[in-house]
């Protein structure tokens, strides 16, 4: 069955990095495009970035926009996002998606918690 | 950008229908048939609820519907069970350069 697991999650101090992983499994991950959205603790949901589904293309969010970096390696069916410049206000669980269409996450891995503390 | 406008609680009982509305702009909701729902279950990822607008993935029932008028999307679910509280959030596509925003995410209680 389709299958996402990040990983990388963690707690880090305020100006540091982390690189978060989404390994896909039981569909062909080289055919879609992938997005990274977080939910901060009671909050709602928020697109961070997205990756065309051969690299092509790439686009942020305002908020994270010169501090965060996705990519992917096909090859072996991963998805990156490369935090850097963390601050407080970045503590959330973060997801990897895959869509089918335009805005349609049909799969959704189950999140990794990032918390960025003193 | 902002985030689209939900209301932020909705509530009905057992069998009733209720309608959860998502307030954007010509720039996302209403320049686009690109909209998108989740439900979201406490500690749980988001589920895909509908699509373009008004389409339902396979195996969600067709007690949910979506439409669009203008820069309004809305939700509707009706027959309500008790599983089917949670937090539902709508999405649409917001062109080239914004490309993805979601609603604040609205809490639907069955009373």
Not at chain 2, 48 to 65: E, Q
Request: proline fraction near 3%.
């Amino acid at each position: 069955q389709v299958q996402l697991v990040e990983s990388g999650g963690g707690v880090v101090q305020p100006g540091g990095s982390l690189r978060l992983s989404c390994a896909g499994s039981g569909f062909t991950f080289s055919g879609h495009s992938m997005h990274w959205v977080r939910q901060a603790p009671g909050k709602g949901l928020e697109w961070l970035t997205f990756i065309r589904y051969d690299g092509s293309d790439k686009n942020y969010a305002d908020s994270v926009k010169g501090r965060f970096t996705i990519s992917r390696d096909n090859s072996k069916n991963t998805l990156y996002l490369q935090l850097n410049s963390l601050r407080v206000d970045d503590t959330a669980v973060y997801y990897c998606a895959a869509d089918t269409a335009m805005v349609r996450f049909d799969y959704w891995g189950q999140g990794t918690l990032v918390t960025v503390s003193s | 950008q902002s985030a689209l406008t939900q209301p932020r609680s909705v509530s009905g009982s057992p069998g009733q229908s209720v309608t959860i509305s998502c307030t954007g702009t010509n720039s996302d909701v209403g320049g686009y048939n690109y909209v998108s729902w989740y439900q979201q279950h406490p500690g749980k990822a988001p589920k895909l609820m509908i699509y373009d607008v008004n389409k339902r993935p396979s195996g969600v029932p067709d007690r949910f519907s979506g439409s669009k008028s203008g820069n309004t999307a809305s939700l509707t679910i009706s027959g309500l069970q008790a599983d089917d509280e949670a937090d539902y959030y709508c999405c649409s596509y917001a062109g080239t350069y914004t490309v993805v925003i979601f609603g604040g995410g609205t809490k639907l209680t069955v009373l």
